[in-house]
């Protein structure tokens, strides 16, 4: 029983989808499933009315057998002309032969009561046929038929109704049901494609989404390259610069270090002139030491995995010792170094980088105040954040240079005893500050020195992280 379910479902699928091919469209398809199942009830109705017919031998005449056995031959030859696909020719013969045969039984003088089928034959021929001529042409023969078969007047010699009142009432239910099931279907089937076209918008609408995703995607990425473009054209200019300078400037002092030691080892120099020598050493070697440091710490921070460590620094105890480590460059030029923190000031920031701003602002401060000058360091906090000052009487900047200080390029001056510099510490010392939340600021005047201030976060915590010094 299975397998012969299995078998009629095959064979109802396989009537459904005679003449139609994968290429039609949605809507050609369902209409043409349609229009075969139809034609297979018509085929269906060739073949059962003709036997319930066979009851009533003695009493239908020959024209009422030719209606009833027409629906099997016109619908063969239509299911034929669609398998073969002249789909608009087998639509033509569907809606012309049925009006035609059945028009012909009632100028016959047989009235069997099938004058409904002319109304179905009009409305289907609206929705199956494609141009708009065929159209009229098959609703207008539809009407017409209709008109010359019941309208006008006939002298009827056979009436189904009289001879079977039950045959006459199954013809009516029969064209009933046809117009019921062509409508009922072509509805679903509506319906279907509607749902189909609602369900493809909604995919449609899904992909546009994904796709309007996916180019803001493309265009936050072509956003990231371009930064990471420029980013990187500008490390390279930076990088070009450093080699620059290690290839030009750091082979001044090795070159003195090495003369020296050459004329030492050759020669036996007299201790008077290696004490003269010793100060311009002295000052290129302070160079290339802070020079040394800057780059350490500029590698440090470009690379990619370097994280920033802030802790709870001691002010005052780092201010002072930056200023021990730099003793030996104040001195050489009589310069006075003096520490203005009056009390206990704490911040939070990454050591490593506070140390290298404070060496580089008050190695600077030394570098541009002449001998016998005074560096003047101090701090003083709000409620936010600690400022640190570096104050000195040296040389002074001008206003056109001032903002050039911290911009991209390198800027560089010699100090006031001929000392160099490269102008990388003033950028790392703004780089550094913005990574600790702080900033850096200049006041100045030539000839009446400069104050340099620093901003950094204060640390406001009551039993916070433990002190680094």
Not at 164 to 189: C, D, G, M, P, R
Not at 204 to 217: G, T
Request: charged share 20%; glycine share 6%; net charge neutral.
């Amino acid at each position: 029983m299975h397998a012969l379910r299995l078998d009629l479902m095959r064979y109802w699928v396989f009537i459904k989808s005679i003449g139609i091919t994968p290429d039609m469209e949605e809507y050609e398809k369902r209409k043409m499933s349609i229009f075969n199942q139809l034609n297979f009830l018509g085929i269906i109705t060739g073949i059962i009315v003709p036997i319930i017919g066979i009851f009533f031998n003695d009493h239908l005449p020959p024209l009422a057998w030719f209606v009833a056995g027409s629906p099997l031959a016109i619908s063969v030859i239509v299911l034929w002309l669609n398998s073969e696909k002249y789909y608009e020719h087998a639509r033509l013969v569907y809606f012309s032969l049925y009006p035609i045969a059945t028009c012909l039984v009632y100028l016959g003088k047989v009235d069997v009561g099938v004058e409904l089928f002319f109304v179905l034959y009009g409305v289907l021929s609206v929705f199956f046929l494609q141009q708009i001529t065929h159209i009229l042409f098959a609703f207008s023969l539809s009407v017409a038929c209709y008109f010359v078969a019941c309208i006008m007047p006939h002298d009827f010699y056979f009436r189904l109704v009289t001879v079977n009142y039950y045959f006459y009432v199954f013809n009516h239910l029969t064209a009933i049901s046809f117009i019921f099931y062509a409508i009922y279907f072509i509805k679903q089937e509506n319906t279907g494609y509607h749902f189909s076209l609602l369900s493809k918008s909604d995919e449609l609408h899904r992909r546009n989404i994904e796709i309007e995703l996916q180019r803001q995607e493309i265009a936050q990425k072509a956003s990231l390259l371009e930064e990471q473009t420029a980013k990187l054209t500008e490390l390279n200019q930076l990088k070009n610069k450093l080699f620059s300078v290690i290839a030009h400037d750091l082979k001044t002092p090795m070159y003195a270090l090495r003369n020296l030691f050459n004329n030492m080892h050759l020669n036996e120099m007299p201790v008077k002139e290696l004490k003269a020598l010793l100060p311009g050493i002295v000052n290129e070697m302070n160079y290339t030491t802070n020079l040394m440091e800057n780059l350490l710490q500029w590698a440090k921070s470009q690379m990619e995995n370097a994280v920033l460590q802030p802790e709870v620094l001691d002010i005052e105890n780092m201010i002072s010792r930056v200023l021990l480590l730099l003793h030996w460059q104040a001195s050489n030029k009589r310069i006075h170094l003096e520490s203005q923190i009056e009390e206990p000031l704490y911040c939070y920031a990454d050591k490593e980088m506070v140390n290298l701003v404070l060496r580089n602002l008050l190695s600077n401060a030394i570098k541009f105040t002449r001998e016998n000058g005074h560096v003047r360091v101090g701090a003083r906090e709000s409620a936010s954040s600690v400022e640190i000052y570096v104050q000195d009487d040296g040389v002074g900047i001008s206003a056109e240079r001032q903002q050039q200080l911290f911009g991209d390029m390198f800027y560089s001056t010699k100090g006031t005893n001929e000392e160099t510099g490269t102008g990388l510490g003033l950028k790392l010392c703004k780089e550094f500050l913005e990574k600790n939340g702080g900033r850096i600021a200049v006041k100045s005047q030539p000839g009446k020195g400069s104050t340099f201030t620093v901003t950094l976060p204060r640390f406001g915590g009551e039993a916070g992280p433990r002190i680094i010094s």
